[in-house]
């Protein structure tokens, strides 16, 4: 362990300790403090904020987060921030209510219970907890999931709620070499054992909003989404939800009965799937009410004229996310009421 120095947040004057060998992000969540983050891989600029005093070291990360200029001015990502001196932070990004009410880090020990294809590379991952009996998290969050053997992790988000007491589900997209998916190939099997941690996101509904809620996802970003309407079902809630998926083909479509269910138990739910390639597609002989044609961001374009008052979550491949948030922009879309999620599958690294 290094030395411990103070790090003092502002505007909210709030105050953590942090070690030297961890980061400031790392050291918030030890602490019950929930900083606004998203890849925690130095990569999405979530937890980008502006060191006002003290000395602050990072390890690498990605330029596309943290331009060389703005380093010189002064801006870090905490996520890869190390202090060695008490230091003063001014947030750029923060929830004053999420800030205060982090659900704490918790370490658990699951077992596979199910691996099911849903597609030709998007698989269900279904675990028990053995060890603690119950994980505590809130609806849209996501876990790391180690890799056996490994001290490496990669992180994917449970697509149940925190009420399925024991049991979690992930939707994980196969990537060929894949660190962990690449496992789901037949190494990985019913009866293993795997170590998590967590819970880590802001991707959660924020519970003092009656905005109209707008989903924007596409492959195994369904997860935390379908954790979102699994929640907003179970607490009965009347808000109304307008859900875009973008796939290639109907054969990249899953869970519609699902979702057909979930949407006849919600006050005013729309599902709109959208195909990019196969634009031939017959939606009634998919079992589909309202389908659409073309890369789901345009989709929403054509369809949401006004989404200036609605709170919209992402989550997807990287590109359908930068996608959304330049499209989200263009409508001028306040980025406080933008939540997402964007995972990559491999670390650039300049």
């Known amino acids: 362990m290094g030395d411990t120095h103070r790090i003092r947040f502002e505007p909210v004057e709030l105050e953590i300790e942090v070690d030297e060998d961890?980061?400031?992000?790392?050291?918030?969540?030890?602490?019950?403090?929930?900083?606004?983050?998203?890849?925690?891989?130095?990569?999405?600029?979530?937890?980008k904020s502006f060191l006002l005093d003290g000395d602050i070291q990072m390890d690498r990360y990605s330029t596309f987060a943290l331009a060389d200029y703005e380093s010189e001015e002064g801006y870090v990502?905490?996520?890869?921030?190390?202090?060695?001196?008490?230091?003063?932070?001014?947030?750029?990004?923060?929830?004053?209510?999420?800030?205060?009410?982090?659900?704490p880090l918790q370490q658990l020990l699951t077992r596979i219970v199910a691996?099911?294809?849903?597609?030709?590379?998007?698989?269900?991952?279904e675990v028990e907890l053995i060890e603690p009996a119950a994980y505590t998290f809130k609806p849209g969050q996501y876990s790391d999931v180690m890799i056996p053997g490994t001290e490496e992790h990669r992180?994917?988000?449970?697509?149940?709620?925190?009420?399925?007491?024991?049991?979690?589900q992930f939707i994980i997209k196969r990537y060929p070499g894949g660190r962990f998916s690449g496992l789901l190939e037949?190494?990985?099997?019913?009866?293993?054992?795997?170590?998590?941690?967590?819970?880590?996101?802001?991707?959660?509904?924020?519970?003092d909003s009656e905005r109209d809620i707008v989903c924007i996802g596409g492959g195994a970003g369904m997860a935390p989404i379908l954790s979102l309407l699994r929640h907003l079902v179970e607490i009965g809630s009347t808000r109304p939800v307008h859900y875009y998926y973008g796939a290639r083909t109907a054969a990249d479509l899953f869970y519609l009965p699902e979702l057909t269910e979930l949407g006849d138990r919600l006050a005013d739910f729309t599902f709109v799937p959208a195909l990019s390639e196969q634009t031939d597609a017959d939606w009634a002989e998919i079992g589909v009410t309202d389908g659409d044609f073309g890369f789901v961001t345009d989709v929403v374009?054509?369809?949401?004229?006004?989404?200036?008052?609605?709170?919209?979550?992402?989550?997807?491949?990287?590109p359908m996310v930068d996608a959304a948030m330049?499209?989200?922009?263009?409508?001028?879309?306040?980025?406080?009421?933008?939540?997402?999620?964007?995972?990559?599958?491999?670390?650039?690294q300049t």
């Open 155 to 168: 992180s994917f988000s449970m697509a149940t709620t925190p009420t399925e007491s024991g049991r979690l």
């Open 326 to 348: 330049r499209m989200l922009d263009g409508k001028g879309v306040a980025r406080e009421r933008i939540h997402f999620d964007k995972f990559t599958t491999t670390i650039p």
């Open 115 to 125: 691996l099911t294809d849903l597609t030709h590379d998007i698989v269900s991952l």
């Open 301 to 318: 374009d054509r369809r949401e004229p006004d989404l200036t008052e609605a709170e919209i979550y992402l989550c997807g491949p990287p």
């Open 186 to 207: 037949g190494e990985l099997a019913v009866g293993d054992e795997l170590r998590l941690r967590g819970p880590y996101g802001s991707f959660t509904i924020k519970k």
């Open 22 to 47: 961890e980061t400031i992000l790392d050291a918030a969540f030890r602490q019950g403090v929930s900083l606004m983050h998203g890849c925690r891989e130095g990569q999405c600029s979530a937890c």
């Open 77 to 103: 990502l905490l996520c890869k921030s190390h202090a060695y001196s008490d230091c003063e932070i001014e947030l750029i990004n923060y929830d004053e209510d999420e800030l205060r009410n982090a659900v």
